[in-house]
């Protein structure tokens, strides 16, 4: 059973909130969680945005209905805009609650992700895509980075 990455954020944000206590962080530390938070709700609204306008699902539960391969937008960059965008807004969260510890229920989110969501959502898309995905994934990275020379 996988549990879907929205519910695993507000999890992690309840975790920082645990771990981290009242929040401590100043104006400076506001302004910057701010900054990042914006960002990420922006990479990750224009990953959605992409899916929605090549007509393909979003839900992450199930990867294997997805229709078409969606490569533009923020996918240039990432493979998964939304999970980036999410952790995006946990560092966000740590860092307007101004205490390091409040970073691990980010970094947590991130290797589960890593390691039991994003696997089986790439195995179904080899199935419904083949050599175009492994081509797509040999040239973008998993979580961000320049596009790499090897793709078509």
Same mark, same amino acid.
């Given at each position: 059973?996988?549990?879907?990455?929205?519910?695993?954020?507000?999890?992690?944000?309840?975790?920082?909130? !645990?771990?981290?206590?009242?929040?401590?962080?100043?104006? !400076?530390?506001?302004?910057?969680?701010?900054?990042?938070?914006?960002?990420? !709700?922006?990479?990750?609204?224009?990953?959605?945005?992409?899916?929605?306008?090549?007509?393909?699902?979003?839900?992450?539960?199930?990867?294997?209905?997805a229709s078409t391969l969606v490569t533009s937008g923020p996918f240039r960059f990432?493979?998964?805009?939304?999970?980036?965008?999410?952790?995006?807004?946990?560092?966000?969260?740590?860092?307007?609650?101004?205490?390091?510890?409040?970073?691990?229920?980010?970094?947590?989110?991130?290797?589960?992700?890593?390691?039991?969501?994003?696997?089986?959502?790439?195995?179904?898309?080899?199935?419904?895509?083949?050599?175009?995905?492994?081509?797509?994934?040999?040239?973008?990275?998993?979580?961000?980075?320049?596009?790499?020379?090897?793709?078509?």
């Open positions: 059973m996988h549990v879907p990455p929205p519910v695993l954020v507000l999890g992690a944000l309840a975790g920082q909130r !645990v771990l981290a206590g009242e929040r401590r962080g100043g104006a !400076v530390m506001a302004g910057l969680a701010a900054a990042t938070a914006g960002a990420a !709700v922006v990479v990750a609204a224009a990953g959605s945005r992409e899916f929605y306008r090549h007509g393909t699902t979003v839900d992450p539960v199930h990867p294997d209905r990432t493979r998964n805009p939304m999970y980036l965008g999410m952790t995006g807004l946990l560092v966000a969260h740590a860092v307007w609650r101004g205490r390091p510890v409040a970073v691990l229920p980010a970094a947590a989110f991130v290797v589960y992700l890593d390691r039991f969501q994003i696997p089986p959502e790439e195995e179904a898309l080899t199935a419904n895509f083949g050599e175009d995905y492994d081509d797509y994934r040999s040239s973008v990275p998993r979580w961000l980075g320049p596009p790499s020379q090897r793709r078509r």
